[in-house]
């Protein structure tokens, strides 16, 4: 009988550890809410003391205290570890901050990051300078970036939407008004067309004008043609809207000088720089150019190409340099962005700001993107798996960077998220010629609905 128990016993924890292996590989949040996070904050609470002594984050006590425990318990004075907060636990991982000793920076608890991830168990440990003397630790308990699921609680605003989920856990929120252009690199089922449905259906729910320059004959952004103001499929048309966009930019630099031109003795707050400064009432929708395939833009074969080439990069370059004031930003998504292409294309590229970068074919292409910013960002990008589309490096002009990935959307709804934001198009008078043909939707039951033909120009 008692054999029969001890078997019974073995099975049962075998059967247990089976099933912790299982879930913490099919379903890592579930696992870490149930086994990892009791288990990490226990470490973390016995171990803490020790654990920031072997990575030279402790200190000498002040002498008044040194004093006081050589005087009361005549026991050896240690260093002190930095006094730690609450632990907050989280949906993936803990938070708790830390206040820094005299003599000490964040750059000291980042540069131990790694010894502290191995000494609690976690997948990784991130610092964040909170305010002077104090940062913030997040443990991330499991690699969120294998099944993307977003933050419930994101912090959206108007020109600022939540599109990718980053290595800590948090949101990576594109913000227009913080960078203005923003670059998109990409090798082919790199996930660069994931991103860019992403960021243009988040869009979509705004007061935004959508434009679209796409020379692959339009097949990625013509499923969202009912939400976009203008839309451009080929080099030719692209030539014919561009100069539309510059004189639409012209036409609110006029604007903000009206504004400008007032009589003395107004209050500062309405004078403008921007067409931020302008009343709401007279103030133009901010507009949005997404260009994919850029490079397209750039090969020519013939003079004749060559010369239109020339202008439309020079209108691309005056819209990057101009076009922040006056609301007008740029998308700018490619596989390949460098000086091979073309006059100009180095100085477009050094006026976006943002950059994004997916699994490229070669080290060449991902220093177009993060080289002349964060030099050791490139080494990240070039680490990318092919098994991990949607996948990117993110940094900006700052030097930070970081890794991202863009959780899957189908084709099928952002499609629908356009039609059903279609009422939302602002009215630009200037890009109504150039707004794409969408085609009546036929209604259950009701028939087919002919489709008309476009008429010829």
């Known amino acids: 009988?008692?054999?029969l128990v001890t078997w019974a016993e073995l099975g049962g924890s075998l059967a247990a550890i089976g099933g912790a292996a299982y879930a913490r590989h099919a379903h890592p949040a579930a696992y870490w809410s149930t086994v990892g996070l009791p288990v990490s904050v226990v470490r973390l609470l016995?171990?803490?003391s020790s654990t920031m002594d072997a990575c030279g984050l402790t200190v000498e006590p002040p002498r008044w205290r040194a004093l006081a425990i050589k005087a009361t318990t005549r026991r050896e004075v240690r260093p002190v570890p930095p006094r730690r907060g609450l632990i907050r636990p989280t949906a993936t991982g803990l938070r708790l901050r830390l206040r820094l000793a005299p003599g000490q920076e964040p750059a000291d608890?980042?540069?131990s990051a790694e010894r502290l991830r191995h000494a609690w168990g976690v997948h990784a440990v991130?610092?964040?300078?909170v305010k002077p003397g104090v940062v913030e630790l997040r443990l991330v308990g499991f690699d969120v970036l294998r099944k993307v699921r977003m933050p419930r609680r994101t912090e959206g605003?108007?020109?600022r939407v939540p599109v990718a989920l980053r290595e800590d856990a948090t949101a990576f929120v594109r913000d227009y008004r913080a960078v203005p252009h923003e670059l998109v690199l990409g090798a082919t089922l790199s996930g660069k067309s994931m991103y860019l449905r992403n960021l243009l259906t988040a869009l979509a729910a705004q007061p935004v004008v959508l434009v679209g320059i796409d020379c692959k004959r339009g097949v990625e952004l013509a499923p969202f043609a009912p939400?976009?103001?203008a839309l451009a499929t080929d080099p030719e048309q692209a030539a014919v809207l561009l100069p539309v966009l510059v004189k639409e930019m012209e036409d609110r630099y006029d604007l903000i000088k009206a504004r400008q031109g007032i009589a003395p003795g107004t209050p500062d707050e309405l004078i403008a720089s921007d067409i931020w400064g302008l009343p709401e009432s007279e103030r133009p929708a901010p507009l949005v150019l997404f260009i994919d395939e850029v490079a397209e833009l750039f090969l020519v074969a013939t003079r004749k190409e060559e010369e239109r080439r020339d202008e439309m990069v020079t209108q691309l370059i005056r819209l990057a340099q101009l076009g922040r004031a006056a609301g007008i930003y740029l998308e700018v998504c490619g596989q390949r962005f460098g000086a091979e292409l073309g006059k100009g294309a180095t100085m477009l590229r050094a006026q976006l700001t943002g950059r994004v970068c997916h699994r490229v074919n070669d080290?060449?292409?991902?220093?177009m993107a993060l080289g002349d910013i964060a030099p050791e960002a490139v080494f990240a990008a070039c680490a990318i798996a092919s098994e991990l589309p949607g996948l990117a490096v993110v940094g900006d002009t700052s030097g930070g960077w970081s890794r991202i990935r863009t959780p899957y959307l189908s084709l099928t709804d952002a499609a629908a998220t356009c039609r059903d934001t279609a009422h939302l198009v602002p009215d630009v008078p200037a890009l109504a010629p150039f707004r794409p043909y969408v085609p009546p939707?036929?209604?259950k039951g009701a028939g087919p609905v002919p489709t008309p033909r476009p008429v010829p120009e």
Request: aromatic share 8%.
């Open 157 to 159: 605003s108007h020109l």
């Open 363 to 367: 080290e060449a292409s991902a220093k």
């Open 1 to 3: 009988m008692t054999d």
């Open 227 to 229: 939400r976009l103001s």
């Open 126 to 129: 991130y610092v964040r300078d």
């Open 46 to 48: 016995v171990s803490y």
């Open 109 to 111: 608890v980042a540069a």
């Open 441 to 443: 939707v036929a209604v």
